[in-house]
């Protein structure tokens, strides 16, 4: 299995600018985490799913930040508009029910100018 | 430990030499404890968990020994190898019956290993 995929690796934008974050999870695995990690405030869980419906958003920071999961292998995270703040490393993770391990895609690195 | 602002807590250690990592966590409802290990440029790797019920937990190379008296977690690396130099986290979990996924992450230590 090629693991959790997040595309793309690096993001560079400007302020004010949409960003769109994308994650393959591991096929098979029922539920999907989007993290955010910074050196200030550590890794940080912004929302999660379960079997593509949300179950928990109460770490998305505000308004300007949404996440979907349209089907089982696909989801995205978008800011817009982008600000500087946003500027972070942000992590996939998928697990399957059965487990409690979550594995991690590679995460993107957003830097917002 | 738990770090404060733009400092991680480190460790320095001598290749074979045993490696303790702590952590204190902060919600005594606790109930099941995760330590990841994350390299430079990469996502957070599963090493080893633990469930409130037990003390002691043995992997290859690495014991989880749990205090819930003083809500102390910490993770043993015997004889500590180069390829072990990473950032260290650790997770813990309000179970609800396996149903909440909900980690709350410490802020790492900073494990290097001289050669």
């Known amino acids: 299995d090629a693991g959790v995929i997040q595309s793309p690796r690096h993001e560079v934008t400007e302020m004010g600018q949409e960003v769109t974050l994308r994650c393959k999870p591991i096929s098979g695995h029922d539920y999907l985490f989007w993290y955010r990690q910074t050196m200030m405030r550590g890794l940080e869980l912004l929302i999660y799913f379960n079997n593509n419906v949300p179950i928990d958003d109460s770490g998305m920071p505000e308004d300007r930040f949404s996440a979907k999961m349209p089907n089982a292998s696909f989801s995205t995270l978008k800011i817009q508009p982008s600000e500087p703040r946003d500027s972070a490393v942000y992590f996939c993770?998928?697990?399957?029910?059965?487990?409690?391990?979550?594995?991690f895609g590679p995460g993107t690195r957003l830097t917002v100018l | 430990g738990e770090s404060v602002g733009l400092h991680l807590p480190t460790l320095s250690v001598q290749e074979g030499d045993n490696s303790i990592i702590n952590c204190a966590y902060s919600n005594s409802a606790s109930d099941y404890f995760i330590w990841y290990k994350q390299e430079s440029g990469k996502g957070p790797q599963f090493i080893i968990d633990i469930r409130s019920n037990m003390d002691k937990r043995q992997g290859q190379r690495v014991t989880v020994l749990l205090n819930k008296t003083v809500k102390h977690l910490s993770l043993q690396i015997a004889a500590t190898q180069p390829g072990d130099s990473a950032v260290y986290f650790c997770?813990?979990?309000?179970?609800?019956?396996?149903?909440?996924?909900?980690?709350?992450f410490g802020k790492g230590t900073l494990l290097t290993v001289n050669p």
């Open positions: 997770a813990e979990n309000i179970g609800s019956g396996g149903s909440n996924y909900k980690l709350t």
């Open positions: 993770a998928s697990i399957s029910g059965e487990y409690n391990e979550q594995f």
